[in-house]
């Protein structure tokens, strides 16, 4: 079963930055041909996607909330996704996880796709809280 690990989270002021790492925890895991998200969690709400990558890194997606403030990235040869979040509010405060999308990225990578519709990523991993106050 693949495994991811995040870190990097932390407690911040509001107009702060953090950048989160996301780590394959899995022996032979490459992230290198699938679409990646990260996600968050806040306590009595629903999971939301805040950003997405595809495999080749050309294609991103951002929730409407974090557009211009928060930048997802990959560095394959390090197997390694990040999310570079500036200008932190408290409303961003949540547990921030990432995944894979292993359903649509193997036949994409092969035909060389982008996507367009967000795929179905899971599994998430354990995540990494991110705190802001005011």
């Known amino acids: 079963e693949v495994q991811l690990v995040e870190s990097g989270g932390g407690l911040v002021q509001s107009g702060g930055s953090l950048r989160l790492s996301c780590a394959s925890a899995?022996?032979?895991?490459?992230?290198?041909?699938?679409?990646m998200a990260w996600s968050r969690q806040a306590p009595g709400k629903e999971r939301e996607i805040v950003a997405a990558?595809?495999?080749?890194?050309?294609?991103?997606y951002y929730a409407d909330l974090v557009k211009g403030r928060f930048t997802v990235s990959r560095d394959d040869a390090e197997n390694t996704m990040y999310l570079q979040m500036n200008n932190l509010e408290p409303e961003d405060t949540a547990l921030y996880s990432c995944?894979?999308?292993?359903?649509?990225?193997?036949?994409?990578?092969?035909?060389?796709?982008?996507?367009?519709?967000?795929?179905?990523?899971?599994?998430w991993g354990p995540g990494t809280q991110v705190t802001v106050s005011s």
């Open positions: 990558i595809s495999w080749s890194g050309e294609t991103t």
């Open positions: 995944a894979p999308d292993l359903s649509s990225s193997a036949i994409d990578y092969i035909y060389g796709r982008e996507f367009d519709d967000l795929p179905d990523f899971a599994p």
């Open positions: 899995t022996s032979g895991f490459t992230m290198k041909q699938f679409h």
